[in-house]
């Protein structure tokens, strides 16, 4: 049962859900999107600080934009965010099928993943709260490679068990993450793929990486998996390509075991590079990211004990080899800056 609910809250929720997807499916797909961009836009309204923290993480991601782009690419986040959850998540499955998934979806640059898929070889699929992340992994089930996605179970087990069986519709499988530990080893030795979603804040343990100009913690265990069972990573997502149900599937990256087997860090190189990716993807389509998640929420050591970013932590940045002399100065002063303000608070 969802915590602190009773059972009357959970089966509220869920018939609610229930009755909500089944009016959306009298009309059309498109009529649809139209109608969950407009409770978008009320939601941005009726959730200021919501949408304020949206419009902060865009201005600090792309100080290059003005006011009024900051506030539109919150705006159209949010949007999108509703359509996405409110429409594309209930609608997938009945318009998506190995018979007609090519009015919907295009097959970009698949490559890097399909060698690997055809050859039966594992493979560790990476991607962010960026397109349709749910598409991605069941547009390739529909494909015929089907891969095992670690996800969180929903609070409220109704919701969480018609929802699993949307997305496992295809042949996807959805392994939750406890006790995920020998399941995904086992996929692993056999040659399977796994999906992760991997932009998520991993408090105050994770591994902090640059992520549009600022660390971001991130989780250890896939770096460690990869480095572990010498599985390459392969980063990818879904890109709306416009206001319609039309989606691209694309990789930005294929990180390789040889790529971090000479790395002074390999385990911090491999996370850098794959939330690199990840940025890559959101630059493409700013509008289509979940900015008003709390990407960066947890902060390193430095800047909670009111120090600057130390030395050890700027050469480990300086050794990334895509890593410019801008981008550091930015993740090293912003570091700095916060350090500052907290030790100023702590003072006062």
């Known amino acids: 049962m969802a915590r602190n609910q009773s059972a009357i809250g959970v089966w509220g929720q869920y018939l609610g859900l229930r009755a909500a997807g089944g009016f959306m499916q009298c009309f059309d797909v498109e009529q649809n999107l139209h109608t969950a961009a407009s409770i978008g836009s009320i939601f941005c309204k009726a959730s200021p600080k919501r949408r304020q923290r949206a419009e902060r993480n865009i201005a600090l991601s792309f100080p290059e934009y003005l006011p009024q782009q900051v506030a539109d690419v919150a705006l159209r986040s949010i949007q999108y965010m509703f359509q996405l959850f409110l429409v594309e998540s209930l609608a997938t499955p009945r318009l998506i099928t190995p018979a007609s998934w090519p009015k919907f ?61 949307i997305r496992e519709a295809r042949g996807m499988r959805i392994i939750t993450k406890w006790g995920a530990t020998r399941t995904i080893q086992e996929v692993l030795h056999r040659g399977g793929r796994l999906g992760f979603i991997a932009d998520q804040n991993a408090g105050e343990q994770g591994l902090f990486v640059p992520f549009f100009g600022r660390l971001a913690s991130s989780y250890k265990s896939i770096g460690l998996l990869a480095m572990r069972h010498d599985v390459p990573i392969i980063t990818g997502h879904a890109r709306r390509l416009g206001p319609r149900l039309e989606y691209e599937l694309s990789c930005t990256d294929a990180i390789m075991p040889q790529d971090w087997a000479d790395q002074p860090d390999p385990l911090f190189y491999i996370t850098a590079r794959y939330n690199r990716a990840i940025e890559q993807m959101i630059r493409r389509a700013p509008e289509q990211y979940l900015w008003v998640h709390r990407r960066w929420k947890s902060r390193p050591r430095n800047e909670r004990l009111g120090k600057p970013l130390s030395a050890r932590m700027i050469a480990k940045l300086e050794q990334l080899p895509w890593m410019t002399t801008d981008e550091l100065d930015l993740i090293v002063h912003r570091s700095n800056e916060a350090a500052r303000e907290n030790a100023s608070r702590a003072g006062n």
Do not use: K, S
């Open 105 to 165: 979806v295009r097959l970009g640059n698949l490559q890097p993943a399909l060698e690997r898929f055809i050859r039966g070889q594992p493979v560790i699929m990476v991607t962010g709260h960026c397109g349709n992340w749910e598409l991605l992994g069941y547009v390739l089930a529909v494909i015929g490679y089907p891969l095992c996605a670690l996800a969180r179970p929903l609070d409220n087990p109704l919701i969480n068990r018609w929802l699993l069986g």
